[in-house]
Nanobody, 114 residues
Framework: QVQLVESGGGLVQAGGSLRLSCTAS????????MAWYRQAPGKQRELVAV???????KYADSVKGRFTISRDNAKNTVYLQMYSLKPEDTAVYYC????????WGQGTQVTVSS
């Protein structure tokens, strides 16, 4: 069973930065995409950023220009670099790997104070 382990969340002041990491416990074959989602209290889970195996990336409008998704296939890891954080970025962030199956991390809390 593949596990996705996230790290890098925490408490940061508005304007600060964080880098989230998500590492798979073993190699996942036939990956179609790796992505980050987030879920704020009382809200639905939303897509933040996705990196496809074709090399394209997409971002939610709310994070464009501030967040960057990247991946290190040799390390089975996907990253989310977050700059200029805002209080509205506060959420639990989940990584997702879409392959033959969908894999999800356990989530990491990001809290941005004003």
């Amino acid at each position: 069973q593949v596990q996705l382990v996230e790290s890098g969340g925490g408490l940061v002041q508005a304007g600060g930065s964080l880098r989230l990491s998500c590492t798979a416990s073993r190699i996942i074959f036939s990956i179609r995409a790796m992505a980050w989602y987030r879920q704020a209290p009382g809200k639905q889970r939303e897509l933040v950023a996705v990196s496809t195996s074709g090399g394209s990336t997409k971002y939610a409008d709310s994070v464009k220009g501030r967040f960057t998704i990247s991946r290190d296939n040799a390390k089975n890891t996907v990253y989310l670099q977050m700059y200029s954080l805002k209080p509205e970025d506060t959420a639990v962030y989940y990584c997702n790997v879409a392959a033959f199956e969908d894999y999800w991390g356990q989530g990491t809390q990001v809290t941005v104070s004003s």
